[in-house]
């Protein structure tokens, strides 16, 4: 009978000979014992594992930041959209930005005419003005008893597309 196995049906029974013999083994009980990895400690958690050391940045490196507004499409500052209300001293002044990090308080301010100014809480103004207290949306100034605030201006998202929405065909599928 092996004689007449054709070249073709040979390998089949080699190969089903193989996968008998693989399944007496599986039923054997060949494979069913585990080998497990010895127990680790429980790790601990320090304060000294959980928050990295992060690099500190000169300040002078992350004007890039105010200067060219990330989510504006032009990259360029935004305009403001609305008239100074503050008193003639600090009407040619905008504020752009302000940094509070712990006893770093930085205000940046922009003059119509000049260059942009970076101020930090207690410094005066070339205009005589004093930063007394800085919020992330505000910025404090004294002059001789006089108290003056420059906020950072709230702008408007678009208005909303005009264009339809997107609608799918009626025809129905095969």
Known sequence: MIGSLKSVEMPLAAG????????????????HSAD??????PR???????APNVPSAELASL????????????RSPDVS?????????LAGLTLTGVILNGDLQVAFIRQKSGPALKVHRGERLPNGWTLESLTPLQARFTLDGRSESL??????????????????SNESTP
Do not use: Y
């Not at 497990?36 to 400690?41: C, S």
């Not at 601990?44 to 959980?50: E, H, I, L, P, V």
């Not at 004007?63 to 032009?74: E, I, K, M, V």
């Open 16 to 31: 089903a000979a193989v996968l008998l013999l693989l399944i007496a083994g599986v039923l054997s009980g060949v494979g």
């Open 151 to 168: 906020t950072l201006p709230v702008l408007k998202l678009p208005p909303p597309s005009t264009e339809p929405p997107i609608s799918l």
């Open 63 to 74: 004007s890039n930041t105010w200067q060219t507004p990330l989510f504006s499409t032009d």
């Open 81 to 89: 959209l609305r008239k100074s209300q503050h008193a003639s001293s």
């Open 36 to 41: 497990w990895l010895d127990a680790r400690a």
């Open 44 to 50: 601990q958690n320090t304060a000294a594992q959980q």
